[in-house]
C-alpha cells in the first residue's frame, strides 16, 4: 500500500437471473467496471456463443473451450438467502456471497462436487481503464502467454501447437504487458501463475484484487485487447481476472494446472476487491 492513500469504499450489483453477472462496482465516483458494445446480453440461453457486455462474469468450469467461459455465465442463478446465490449443474453446485466489509467486497464462494471432479474457475473482470493505467504484480512472475501472441513474436518462434509460452512478468518473451497505453492493435491472453494478488493502478486510483483459496492453484488472467479483436469491429477491453487453475481451456490444464476437489467434496475460496485513492 502507497504511503497516504485513502480507502474508498466500493459497492457491488449483479444480476442473479444473468450468470450473478457483476454489473457494478462502483466508489469514490468511479465505475470500475467496463461496459461493452455487444447487445443481447439479457436474451442469452445456456451454450449460446459468449456475448461480450463487460462488468464481471463467473467463468466455470472453464474460461476458454468447450462451452466458451463456462457453463454458469449462460444461466440464471437462484436466491439462497441473503446476498447470496447459487447455481446447479448436473456435475457440481456452486453457491457465492458477496459481502460488504468496511466499504470492501467480499466474495465468498462454495462449489460441491465429487471427489476429483477438476474446474477451472475465473472472475472475467473487465475493467474500464485509461491508457495511462498499469497492472502491478510479482516482477519475476512465470506468465503463461497463450497462441494468440504469436502473432506479436518473431516469425517461428512459437512452438508448433503448443498452448502456451511461458515467460516472465512484466515482458514475458519480449512483450511488455503490465501497461495498457493508447490502441495498438494487439489483443493477446496471459496468465500469471501462482499470483493471487495484483493491483491496478489508474491516475490516483488503486484497485486491489486478492483470492484466498487453500492448497489449489491460484493465478490472475490477463486479457489486453488494445483495439485488436474481433477482427470485424474490434474495440479496447482490459480484463483483470483472479483465477483458480493455470490455463484458460480446461481441456489443456495438466495434473496442477486445474483446481481438485478433494475427499471431503467442497472448494471454498475468497475474492477481495478493495480500492484506494492517492493524493
Known sequence: MVTGATPVPLRVAYDAAHGGRWTSLHGGGREWLW???EPGRH???????FVDAGGLEECLPTVRGRPDH???WSRPWHSAGPDTLVIQRPTFTLSRRIADEGGVVVADYRLSADPGHRFVWAAHALLDLSPAARLDAPAGTPTRLHPEAAAF???GTWPTEAPWVTGVWPA???LTLDTFGPDDGT???AVLLDCPRVQVIDGPDRLTLELECVDQPRSTALWRNLGGWPANGPYRSVGVEPMLGAAFDLADAGPSDAAVVPAAGEVAWRLTISAHRTP
Open 35 to 37: 461496459r461493452g458494445p
Open 172 to 174: 514475458p518473451a519480449g
Open 70 to 72: 463456462g457453463e454458469v
Open 43 to 49: 436474451e442469452v440461453r445456456p451454450d449460446d456463443a
Open 187 to 189: 489483443a493477446l491472453g
Open 153 to 155: 513474436l518473431p516469425s
